[in-house]
């Protein structure tokens, strides 16, 4: 049967022209994302300084450089995620999997940062339960951290499938995807860093 | 093989029949039965719920019902309706229509979509299993802290509301995002933004409003319920936590989903009413504009229902104002409505009477609103009989009666069969008295003095006549709703003639292909070139079964046609996904996640975590290679 001139593009993932059906569905998703750490941002806003006597509050805990320098690892990573979009791209899988693997290692030296960050609140007596400070910047930051293990997670299926030969350039947009959603997190990470860290509090 | 194009298209396209295609089916048409027939059986779980409570209150000093029971009737009653039976009915004819007015063969992620539809259901399940152990919700459908703390209700019924609502809103999601992806990319070549349906401009602001608003109920919920289960402060006051955040999250979401119901029912009005009047509608920028603002502002006027919380006197000020102002959009759309009605010439068949039964009802429920925008009356009248009529007026004013008007509009297309004329009649005037008469006096009662949410009262009050007026008045009503039952299983299903391709002369895609559609939707893809395009292009009239234009048909594969966001310009062919297991499973694997959570036993969570992780995996595993 004939092929249509006017409709003939690529069968399956999109086009080139426009935004294509996958990535609209993500932005919307991405969209509701937002609410749900607006959410949490807005109850953080309303809880940093409710701390009850004797408890730690903001200022007695937070370590501005040392988080900086988290944040500027994140930060990197999505560096190092537009390279990856960019040697699949070119059909590069060498360099696909090496971009993936830094962006992935970033991310997980992040929620290394994290992890040692929140042990040593604990330590300093600032606990989920100590008070409202304590719950609301827990779960706020711990929320944000779920998500970035889900994109380390991503990352790495991203990388088996290049492994397997299953990541092949026409599906460069499964990269671009998920790209999406790691930059998203990223700058989800810089509303919070400010909004959390750097805009000082009365206690 | 010389197979002629509709029985290509009928090969690709159609699923085995059988237990196996219920469970598996993608079919946009079919998910819609399925929405249908499930939010249609929590309508009449509601009713019932419904029918007990006015049972009970029909004489002074009964106890049919004791206080307990009563709480979780209304808590359920409230649940049920807004979130298991209007938005899902909704989102029901959503699926099924708006592929067929757009001129698509699906929705744009046909699996995801069973999905919703399955986590739906499995959702409404584990609601209402809370009957089985007599732990269901009972704070109330808004279910304010402090009172739903662990401290003060600390069984079960609350972890049911917040886990049964975090559940749910996975599917509503999923479900609004395939709307918007659906309706900006798949429209038919030439239906730019400006000749879409009214319907589908409709569903597109709901999804919209669902992508915004849902995220903040469903995060309250889950704070209450680390609260409550893990022992956090969120709302704890003796911490420092803060009651007034739950409601300002909650109504957040709150007051958009009044719009999120009422808008595609808006939608349903506008489709109705140029048909039956028989001329196109008047005003249809305005309207299409008007749903939009109305989405907008939706978000604007929620501390509306706090003004009793001792709010600063500024914002109250300007929530207000944002509440009055939102009554202008629906202002325009009346008069729009209205001015077709005039200038055409009405027929008055039974899905026509229903959309005059909005008219009518929504006009006071929206009067008695602009009342309540006005603090000094709000603080009056909160918490009083005076708000339970107000919501019904508008809830069942604004959403049930043009449920109503569609399932008597669109059943023919959908199951083939005219219902019968004469039942319709009867079921419109049975539910337009019986509502009357159920909710009329109740404004009365709550000017009386009448609180709601109480499970008795005490003779002399003054409020037995009126109570047992609206008693009668609810069995009045449900007997009509039976009405409409009975004709759709007897007419709709079987004895009712045949319908044809377009019983009511419609102006829109959906009315040329047969009734029900085949499974690829259009033998062709149409060309749209106006707002009515089967009044203003005869060659559309039977594209659905015939094809002239052989390059639109698509027919070498399993595919639709994917089209440019504003122009609607051809832009790709989009093969879609076959009938599949995996959105089950997962839906599935899910549940299990969350009676896991329910019970807290760790097994259960990590067994459903298992099966939701192997059914994605199966999901977005992807198939052979392009080439
Ligand atoms: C079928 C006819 C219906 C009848 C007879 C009915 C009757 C009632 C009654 C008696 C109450 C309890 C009032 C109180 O004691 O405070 C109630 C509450 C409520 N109804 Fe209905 N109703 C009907 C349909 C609907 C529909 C279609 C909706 C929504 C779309 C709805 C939404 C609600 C809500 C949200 C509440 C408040 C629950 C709460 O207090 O938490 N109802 N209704």
Redesign the interface.
């Known amino acids: 049967m004939a092929v249509n001139p006017a409709t003939a593009e690529q069968h399956g993932v999109g086009t080139s022209t426009g935004i294509s059906n996958a990535k609209l569905g993500v932005w919307a998703f991405l969209a509701s994302e937002c609410l749900l750490f607006g959410a949490l941002i807005s109850t953080y806003l309303l809880y940093h300084d409710r701390t009850l006597p004797g408890t730690p509050t903001p200022r007695q805990v937070y370590d501005i450089p040392y988080t900086s320098v988290s944040s500027f690892v994140l930060l990197m990573s999505s560096l190092t995620m537009v390279l990856a979009l960019a040697a699949i791209q070119r059909g590069d899988q060498e360099k696909l999997r090496v971009w993936l693997m830094a962006t992935a290692l970033l991310g997980m030296t992040f929620i290394a940062g994290q992890v040692y960050e929140f042990t040593r609140f604990v330590q300093e007596g600032l606990t989920l339960k100590t008070n409202l400070f304590g719950t609301s910047f827990f779960v706020l930051t711990g929320f944000h951290g779920a998500h970035v293990t889900g994109g380390i997670l991503m990352l790495l299926s991203l990388y088996g499938m290049s492994l397997d030969g299953r990541l092949p350039t026409e599906r460069a947009e499964v990269v671009e995807l998920v790209g999406l959603y790691w930059h998203f997190v990223d700058v989800v990470w810089i509303v919070i860093f400010t909004v959390v860290y750097l805009i000082p509090t009365g206690k | 093989m010389a197979l002629t194009v509709d029985e290509r298209l009928e090969e690709l396209w159609e699923e085995e029949p059988g237990l196996g295609s219920v469970l598996s089916t993608v079919d946009h048409k079919s998910i819609g039965k399925h929405y249908i027939y499930t939010a249609f059986a929590f309508f009449l779980a509601g009713g019932v719920e419904a029918l007990l409570m006015r049972t009970q209150l029909a004489r002074p000093d009964l106890h049919l019902i004791g206080p307990e029971a009563f709480n979780e009737l209304f808590s359920m009653h409230g649940i049920t309706m807004i979130f298991f039976f209007v938005t899902p009915m909704l989102f029901g004819f959503g699926n099924y229509f708006v592929p067929l007015l757009i001129g698509a063969r699906d929705m ?2 046909p699996r995801l979509n069973a999905f919703g539809y399955w986590i739906f259901l499995f959702a409404g399940l584990f609601m209402y299993s809370s009957f089985l152990i007599g732990r269901a919700p009972n704070d109330g459908w808004f279910n304010y802290v402090t009172l739903s703390n662990h401290q003060f209700t600390p069984a079960l019924n609350i972890d049911y509301y917040t886990l049964g609502l975090v559940f749910l809103g996975i599917s509503t ?1 999923v479900g ?3 709307f ?2 659906t309706i ?3 429209r038919a ?1 030439g239906m730019s933004l400006n000749r879409m349906p009214l319907f589908v401009w409709a569903i597109l602001a709901t999804s919209f409003s669902v ?6 109920l ?3 919920n889950v ?1 209450l319920e ?1 609260d409550r289960r ?5 709302f704890n006051v003796a ?4 009651a007034i ?1 739950w409601q300002h ?1 909650f109504w957040i979401f709150g007051h958009p989903d009044v719009y999120i119901i009422f808008l595609p029912a808006v939608g349903i009005v506008s489709s109705i009413v140029p048909v039956f009047s028989r001329r196109k509608i008047i005003g249809y920028l305005w309207l299409a504009l008007a749903t939009m603002t109305t989405a907008i502002i939706g978000f604007g006027v929620w501390v509306h229902h706090m003004f009793a919380t001792g709010l600063p006197t500024l914002s109250m000020a300007f929530f207000s104002a944002a509440s009055m102002l939102i009554t202008i959009p629906s202002a325009i759309q009346i008069f729009a409505w209205l001015a077709t009605i005039i200038a055409g010439k009405p027929v008055f068949k039974t899905p026509f009477l229903f959309v005059l039964g909005f008219l009518f009802v929504f006009v006071i429920g929206g009067v008695t609103g602009v009342m309540f925008a006005a603090v000094p009356f709000d603080q009056q009248i909160t918490d009083s009989y005076f708000v339970v009529a107000h919501f019904h007026y508008v809830l069942f004013g604004g959403a049930v009666f043009p449920i109503f008007a569609a399932i008597y509009y669109w059943v023919p297309k959908m199951w083939g069969h005219l219902l019968h004329e004469g039942l319709g009649k009867l079921s419109f005037w049975l539910i337009f008295v019986g509502f009357n008469l159920t909710f009329f006096p109740m404004h009365i009662l709550g000017l009386l003095g009448m609180p709601r949410r109480i499970y008795t009262y005490h003779a002399g009050l003054g409020w037995d006549g009126y109570n047992l007026a609206a008693s009668i008045g609810s069995s009045v009503l449900a007997l009509g709703i039976l009405v409409v039952l009975v004709n759709f299983l007897l007419y709709g299903l079987r004895r009712g003639a045949p319908a044809g391709p377009d019983p009511w002369g419609g102006d829109s895609l959906e009315w040329a292909t047969s009734s029900p559609p085949p499974a690829y939707n259009f033998v062709e893809i149409p060309k749209v070139q106006g707002t009515e395009p089967l009044w203003d292009q005869p060659e559309l009239r039977d594209i659905g079964f015939r094809a002239r234009d ?3 048909t ?4 399993h ?1 639709t ?2 089209t ?2 504003v122009d609607a310009e ?6 879609m996904p076959e009938a599949t297991y995996t959105p089950i499973v997962t839906a599935f694997g899910i549940s299990v996640v969350f009676v896991g959570f329910l019970t807290l036993l760790l097994p259960i969570i990590v067994l459903g975590g298992v099966i939701a992780i192997g059914g994605m995996m199966a999901w977005l595993r ?1 198939k052979e ?3």
């Open positions: 744009a992620f999601t609004s995002i395939n918007i992806v900006l990319k798949l070549p992508v915004f608003a849902l995220p903040s469903t995060m309250a704070m680390l893990a022992g956090f402060n969120f911490k420092g936590g803060d955040l999250l052989v390059e639109m698509l027919a070498e594969g595919d046609m994917g440019t966001v051809p832009e790709s062919v989009l093969t992807p290679l392009p080439e």
